[in-house]
């Protein structure tokens, strides 16, 4: 069992920078795939970057690409994103996820996450 906690959200113009934090509980955290997803009102949930186990390997949807970075710590159980060049179209509600799946099953897809923090609501001004 995995509980995760995200932080960091808020009111950024455009052009601003934020960085979530979700941290995690347990003692497992390593053995998790992480994954952020964000959520628009009326849209789904989709997901904006995801990082392996021992942070070697990451992914970023295309509209995120080159503005945002994953991390995690493993010592501190936590992961970041890290958004700069923030626009509007970036508000969302973003969720912190855990998956058991290793990375080479590519796991990119809301489904294949276990368990999901509460979400945090970004919202970026024009």
């Known amino acids: 069992q995995v509980q995760l906690v995200e932080s960091g959200g808020g009111l950024v113009q455009a052009g601003g920078s934020l960085r979530l934090s979700c941290a995690a509980s347990g003692r497992t955290f390593s053995s998790y795939t992480m994954g952020w997803f964000r959520q628009a009102p009326g849209k789904e949930r989709l997901i904006v970057a995801a990082i392996s186990r021992s942070g070697g390997s990451t992914y970023y949807s295309d509209s995120v690409k080159g503005r945002f970075t994953i991390s995690r710590d493993n010592a501190k159980n936590t992961v970041y994103l890290q958004m700069n060049s923030l626009k509007p179209e970036d508000t969302a509600v973003y969720y912190c996820?855990?998956?058991?799946?290793?990375?080479?099953?590519?796991?990119?897809?809301?489904?294949?996450?276990?368990?999901w923090g509460q979400g945090t609501q970004v919202t970026v001004s024009s």
């Open positions: 996820a855990a998956a058991s799946t290793g990375w080479g099953l590519r796991p990119f897809m809301p489904t294949q996450y276990n368990y």
